[in-house]
C-alpha cells in the first residue's frame, strides 16, 4: 500500500500543478509563473503531498528576509479537500521555517474562502489589514494575515 509523501516540487510536477491550480483560483498562476517559483531555491520553497504518484496538494513559501516567509500558495486537489492535506503540507513548511530561523509570516487570503482562513487561525495567523479589490478578475478582496511564531502561544 503506497504512502502519503512530502517533498520538494519538480519541473516534471507541473500538469499537475497546473490542474490544482486551475480547478483552485479563479486567477491560476500560468506555467512559466510556476516553473519561476519552483525553480527559484534560493528564495522560494514548494513542497507537494503526492501518493502513488498523484499529486494531492501543493504550497509554497517566499523567504523575504532572514526571519521572514511570505506563504505564496497553497492548494488541494478537489476532492481532498478537509483530507489533512492543507495541514500537512503547512506543518511541513512551518517546520523547515522554524529550522530555518524564521519567526513570522505573512500571506493573502481571498476574504470569502472561510475554509482556508481557519486553516491560518490554525497556525497562529491573524488578520491585520484588507487588499482592497486585490484579485483583479474578480474584484474581491484580500485579508492580510500576520503569523508571529516567536510569540508564546496564549
Not at 504518484?53 to 476532492?79: Q, R
Request: net charge negative; charged share 30%; aromatic share 10%.
Amino acid at each position: 500500500m503506497s504512502e502519503r509523501q512530502l517533498r520538494d516540487a519538480e519541473p516534471r510536477d507541473l500538469d499537475q500543478l497546473l490542474e490544482i491550480e486551475r480547478a483552485q483560483f479563479p486567477e491560476p498562476w500560468t506555467r512559466s509563473m510556476l516553473l519561476d517559483e519552483i525553480g527559484n531555491h534560493d528564495s522560494r520553497r514548494y513542497r507537494v503531498l503526492e501518493l502513488a504518484g498523484e499529486i494531492l496538494g501543493y504550497a509554497g513559501v517566499m523567504f523575504v528576509l532572514g526571519d521572514e516567509l511570505h506563504l505564496n500558495s497553497i492548494a488541494t486537489k478537489p476532492g481532498f479537500e478537509g483530507s489533512g492535506v492543507a495541514r500537512a503540507l503547512m506543518d511541513d513548511l512551518i517546520f523547515d521555517a522554524e529550522n530555518r530561523g524564521v519567526a513570522r509570516a505573512t500571506l493573502e487570503v481571498a476574504a470569502s474562502n472561510e475554509r482556508a482562513q481557519r486553516l491560518y487561525y490554525h497556525y497562529g495567523f491573524s488578520p491585520v489589514g484588507v487588499r482592497r479589490r486585490y484579485y483583479s478578475l474578480t474584484g474581491e478582496d484580500a485579508l492580510i494575515m500576520w503569523a508571529h511564531w516567536d510569540e508564546p502561544k496564549a
